[in-house]
């Protein structure tokens, strides 16, 4: 097997690296890849150095799997490239995400339709895979007929500028000076934006919309109603969100919390060392979908409220798009075995 990982110098293409020496994927060839300035560094992959190579077409020759990770405009350029040399494409971008003819995975709720591929597969945006994660067991028990969503995002879901803007930031103002905004509207240290993407003429930002589009598609329900507020909190890494779901029968927070208990990739927090709820920085680094505070509001008995809360580098993005790879291997390899066969 031969993996290319595109945008390997950034975050997310640094931990898609971690996480596939981790899992211990089968690659037995990898090519990281990025742009020209990149080109020549060294990255970690399985404990040893490998080059980085500037993304071009030959780049994708024999490749089987390519995961991608360098932003909407590159993946259009070049996951159509990659995949017409034969690789499979498994992109974290926005760009295919709601492309009809693309499937779009999270592989605890609809593992399926990754095979449905064409060549180019689609990972969700990170709030969205936590969200529908900790949703689809209760949707399969209840049936979900609306969501609403206020999210808390960190600084990394825009990669290292943001980081930077939140350390320079509170370094700042703690030095008593105004801090620059950064890639945000307005600085984000000691602050809350409700603001992530941008506004349209409706009120909804790009963020939301990426909420209530992807949830409907990923879960088969394209007549689900979402609410969604987004908003970047001073964190460094981990997602936060606050759900309110309203189901078609009732359902207590005790059946609840046995749906996601046994929940793929899913921890229940009443479980959890005796914890009502776990942090964005307990969370940091692991691989769950953490929910907690799993209550009803007074007597609406089809009406649950949680917290729901991951890691946006892994489950939120590296992690999910090698699990989709790792639906993909099997096949791929048989079909390469039997080819040299034949």
């Not at 089987?64 to 490239?81: C, E, H, Q, T, Y």
């Not at 990754?114 to 209760?138: D, E, S």
């Not at 779901?245 to 060392?273: I, K, M, Q, T, Y």
């Not at 729901?308 to 699990?323: F, H, I, P």
Request: hydrophobic share 40%.
């Amino acid at each position: 097997m031969k993996v290319a990982v595109l945008g390997a110098t950034g975050l997310v293409g640094s931990e898609m690296l971690k996480v596939l020496g981790e899992r211990g994927f089968s690659a037995d060839e990898m090519v990281p890849l990025a742009s020209p300035r990149s080109s020549g560094k060294a990255v970690q992959f399985s404990g040893r150095e490998v080059a980085v190579q500037a993304v071009c077409e030959d780049a994708f020759e024999g490749v089987d799997i390519a995961l991608f990770s360098a932003g909407a405009d590159a993946s259009r350029k070049w996951a159509p490239v990659a995949a017409s040399r034969g690789a499979v494409v498994i992109d974290n971008s926005s760009a295919w995400r709601l492309d009809p003819k693309v499937p779009l995975v999270v592989p605890e709720v609809n593992p399926d339709d990754a095979k449905l591929n064409r060549g180019i597969i689609a990972n969700p945006n990170c709030a969205t895979i936590q969200a529908v994660t900790a949703l689809k067991p209760l949707h399969d028990a209840a049936w979900l007929e609306s969501v609403s969503v206020v999210t808390f995002q960190s600084v990394s879901g825009t990669g290292r500028k943001g980081l930077d803007a939140l350390t320079e930031g509170a370094e700042a103002v703690l030095q008593g000076t105004v801090p620059d905004a950064g890639p945000y509207s307005r600085p984000i240290a000691f602050d809350v934006l409700p603001e992530i993407g941008e506004i349209g003429p409706d009120g909804i930002s790009g963020e939301e919309r990426k909420m209530i589009l992807e949830s409907r598609k990923i879960l088969h329900h394209p007549e689900l109603v979402v609410n969604c507020t987004a908003v970047r909190v001073p964190v460094f890494r981990g997602h936060a969100e606050a759900v309110t779901a309203v189901f078609r029968e009732p359902l207590d927070p005790s059946g609840a919390c046995r749906f996601l208990e046994g929940a793929p990739g899913v921890s229940c927090c009443r479980d959890l060392e005796h914890k009502r709820y776990a942090t964005c920085r307990e969370a940091a680094g692991t691989d769950d979908v953490y929910v907690g505070r799993v209550r009803r509001e007074g007597h609406k008995s089809k009406e649950l409220s949680f917290w729901v809360v991951a890691d946006n580098l892994r489950k939120g993005a590296a992690l999910n798009a090698v699990q989709i790879a790792e639906i993909l291997e099997p096949g791929l390899r048989g079909m390469k075995q039997a080819s040299s066969l034949g």
